[in-house]
């Protein structure tokens, strides 16, 4: 038993050291970090986030990839379609007469299959000549195109077909089941109706995108915003592209989360409590509630004189989860795109390895009869 005391003294006093600083760990304790940030060399600022601070932080600069696209508001169309340059025109004629020009001896029709409208929009048609239909709809251009004909063939109808050519088309690109060139059946198709007929997004997709491409500029919003907003589903125009995508942005987990990684955003906004749900939580038997860390770095802007911002470039938000004001504010601080979501270690993880450690040693000896 002699020997048992003695040797638990001088476990102690050997190991007395490891409990006055901390061992070998896989994140920092939470007071390492508040300790560091009084220094008078700190090179980043340390703001603990409560209801009253979460109004400042919001009018601080955005960081990280932000989503800078516009995007083109709903409105209504025509029901109808107009004939572009590229399309392709059906023309039948009808004709009873026995001697017309057209038809040959005990033929009452002639058809004139894939008439293409020219880059000028005309159109030729036998015995008339060139005509212009650019702009008109199928309707519309049926008549002035049989009123051209009666002045030649006074008892001819005409019918009229039409077959959408690119300018009339648009192209759904991916992140959907079956992309390709869509014709447009009137100027009343937006861009739901397109992906629904390219058989809707991709479920693969984490908080997907859509992009819209349009003489030469780039517009997005994101699925879950189009679906919300009614007022967001825009007309399609001929030659318009579009493409889904899965949201670009993302944070970095490190510490005593469940997952140390790096987490796409799974939805427009993310906050502080998301974060740490999409990382896996904490780990129950290192993770110290009190001390989730935000790292955050700004541009030097946002330190320039007479701009609302950190104190520093590099900014360590902390956020106490035990408190209820620290839960509340988690659920409404706005995680950015690159920021690094920290789960500090309890410090009394030291204290339960060394006492594991000793509990250990005396099971050997006692085992070994000493």
């Not at 195109?145 to 077959?163: N, R, T, Y």
């Not at 989360?257 to 290192?286: N, W, Y």
């Not at 955050?296 to 911002?309: F, K």
């Amino acid at each position: 038993m002699l020997k048992h005391s003695l040797l638990a003294v001088t476990l102690g006093l050997a190991l007395f050291p490891a409990a006055c600083s901390r061992l070998p760990g896989g994140a920092p304790a939470s007071e390492e970090i508040l300790k560091s940030a009084a220094d008078a060399d700190a090179d980043f600022a340390l703001y603990t986030v409560k209801r009253a601070f979460l109004p400042t932080v919001a009018h601080w600069p955005p960081t990280g990839k932000q989503e800078t696209l516009g995007w083109i508001r709903a409105s209504r169309g025509p029901k109808t379609q107009i004939i572009q340059p590229g399309d392709q025109l059906t023309l039948r004629i009808w004709d009873s007469n026995e001697s017309s020009l057209l038809s040959s001896v005990g033929q009452k029709m002639v058809q004139l299959q894939d008439v293409r409208v020219s880059a000028n929009g005309n159109v030729f048609l036998p015995y008339v000549g060139e005509k212009n239909v650019n702009g008109m709809t199928p309707e519309l251009a049926r008549e002035e195109l049989q009123a051209a004909l009666e002045g030649i063939v006074p008892s001819a109808q005409l019918q009229l077909d039409m077959k959408e050519g690119r300018n009339n088309s648009v192209d759904l690109v991916s992140g959907v089941a079956r992309p390709g060139t869509y014709p447009m059946p009137d100027r009343n198709y937006s861009v739901m109706g397109l992906i629904a007929a390219g058989g809707g997004i991709s479920s693969s997709l984490n908080n997907p995108q859509i992009r819209l491409m349009r003489g030469g500029r780039l517009f997005g919003t994101s699925v879950d915003s189009l679906l919300n907003h009614p007022q967001k589903d825009t007309l399609l125009r001929g030659g318009d592209r579009v493409f889904v995508e899965e949201d670009e942005r993302y944070f970095l987990s490190f510490g005593a989360t469940g997952t140390e990684d790096l987490h796409t955003f799974t939805k427009d906004d993310v906050s502080a409590m998301d974060a740490l749900s999409i990382s896996g939580g904490f780990q129950d038997s290192k993770a110290d509630p009190k001390g989730l860390l935000i790292l955050r770095e700004y541009p030097a802007s946002a330190v320039a004189p007479g701009v609302r911002g950190p104190r520093q470039t590099r900014v360590v938000f902390t956020l106490d989860l035990t408190t209820a004001d620290g839960l509340f504010s988690a659920r409404n601080f706005q995680i950015n795109p690159g920021d690094l979501v920290m789960a500090t270690e309890s410090p009394i993880n030291d204290a339960l390895t060394i006492s594991n450690l000793i509990g250990n040693i005396f099971g050997v000896f006692s085992r070994a009869g000493l």
